[in-house]
């Protein structure tokens, strides 16, 4: 066993030439044929690669890897009309590990790559030819299938509607799931939710589902207040969230938190 890059390879001649272990996660490399069996999300939550895009305010994109708190990224009002919003928290913020995520390909040529609980406004029936997101549903992304419409965006172009042509799964690096104070976030010039499965999911059937990310945003009000009156301090808990717990927030306790606001409000006065 050879530890290398934070994966364990382990020589296995019978099956394969070599095969990776991190955490869940299997990379077996068999002659010329690369097979993945890659983790998820990590313990909670659902994010995107490090490799997608988000659109940033002043002109110019950025990766998820260089997207940090308060930058302001593109977004898409109820009405379908594009803005730009705060990112004010990271769910997920891990550069390692490659991972499993759904690439949801748009007849528009346009593509949005995250996990597959990660919600996405779509549209289906007569909804489906109205530009509004106000007229969508929020699903899992897991639920998403050819002939649904999502939402493609551009700064200077109100959403427009684009039907889904194929769903595939993909593997690739990191982990990121950027916060915006309204809940919604333009990657790759597709339309998602910010917001992905949590503690609530295990507990409500599937057709309310969709109910799920008003009801996220609403738990998260106490946390864009402290964004509002102390950037600073809730960046320092935020940091010290992801520097000290591999899953981000979705490792943290209640009282974990409270500890970390404590000492970062503390230094902020």
Same mark, same amino acid.
């Given at each position: 066993?050879?530890?290398?890059?934070?994966?364990?390879?382990?020589?296995?001649?019978?099956?394969?030439?070599?095969?990776?272990?991190?955490?869940?996660?299997?990379? $077996?490399?068999?002659?010329?044929?690369?097979?993945?069996?890659?983790?998820?999300?990590?313990?909670?939550?659902?994010?995107?690669?490090?490799?997608?895009?988000?659109?940033?305010?002043?002109?110019?994109?950025?990766?998820?890897?260089?997207? $940090?708190?308060?930058?302001?990224?593109?977004?898409?009002?109820?009405?379908?009309?594009?803005?730009?919003?705060?990112?004010?928290?990271?769910?997920?913020?891990?550069?390692?590990?490659?991972?499993?995520?759904?690439?949801?390909?748009?007849?528009?040529?346009?593509?949005?790559?995250?996990?597959?609980?990660?919600?996405?406004?779509?549209?289906?029936?007569?909804?489906?030819?109205?530009?509004?997101?106000?007229?969508?549903?929020?699903?899992?992304?897991?639920?998403?299938?050819?002939?649904?419409?999502?939402?493609?965006?551009?700064?200077?172009?109100?959403?427009?509607?684009?039907?889904?042509?194929?769903?595939?799964?993909?593997?690739?690096?990191?982990?990121?799931?950027?916060?915006?104070?309204?809940?919604?976030?333009?990657?790759?010039?597709?339309?998602?939710?910010?917001?992905?499965?949590?503690?609530?999911?295990?507990?409500?059937?599937?057709?309310?589902?969709?109910?799920?990310?008003?009801?996220?945003?609403?738990?998260?009000?106490?946390?864009?207040?402290?964004?509002?009156?102390?950037?600073?301090?809730?960046?320092?808990?935020?940091?010290?969230?992801?520097?000290?717990?591999?899953?981000?927030?979705?490792?943290?306790?209640?009282?974990?938190?409270?500890?970390? $606001?404590?000492?970062?409000?503390?230094?902020?006065?």
């Amino acid at each position: 066993m050879v530890k290398k890059d934070n994966i364990c390879w382990r020589e296995d001649i019978k099956n394969c030439s070599y095969s990776a272990f991190e955490g869940s996660s299997l990379y $077996a490399v068999c002659g010329c044929m690369l097979t993945w069996h890659a983790s998820s999300c990590g313990g909670g939550g659902s994010c995107f690669p490090a490799e997608a895009t988000v659109q940033v305010e002043g002109g110019g994109r950025k990766r998820m890897s260089e997207l $940090a708190a308060g930058d302001r990224v593109l977004t898409v009002r109820t009405d379908g009309s594009t803005a730009f919003d705060d990112v004010y928290l990271f769910g997920h913020k891990r550069a390692e590990g490659v991972h499993e995520f759904l690439q949801l390909q748009t007849s528009a040529n346009a593509s949005v790559t995250l996990t597959r609980g990660h919600f996405v406004p779509v549209a289906r029936g007569a909804c489906s030819a109205a530009p509004a997101v106000s007229c969508s549903v929020t699903l899992p992304a897991s639920d998403v299938r050819p002939g649904d419409v999502i939402f493609t965006a551009a700064d200077d172009t109100a959403a427009a509607p684009a039907t889904v042509v194929s769903v595939k799964t993909v593997v690739r690096p990191g982990l990121y799931n950027p916060f915006t104070l309204g809940g919604r976030i333009v990657v790759d010039g597709v339309l998602a939710s910010a917001h992905s499965d949590w503690f609530l999911d295990p507990l409500v059937p599937a057709a309310a589902r969709r109910f799920l990310p008003a009801v996220y945003q609403a738990v998260l009000a106490p946390v864009r207040l402290l964004y509002r009156l102390v950037p600073r301090a809730l960046a320092q808990v935020d940091a010290a969230v992801h520097a000290g717990f591999k899953d981000g927030w979705y490792d943290v306790s209640v009282g974990q938190v409270a500890n970390l $606001a404590v000492t970062a409000l503390a230094s902020a006065a």
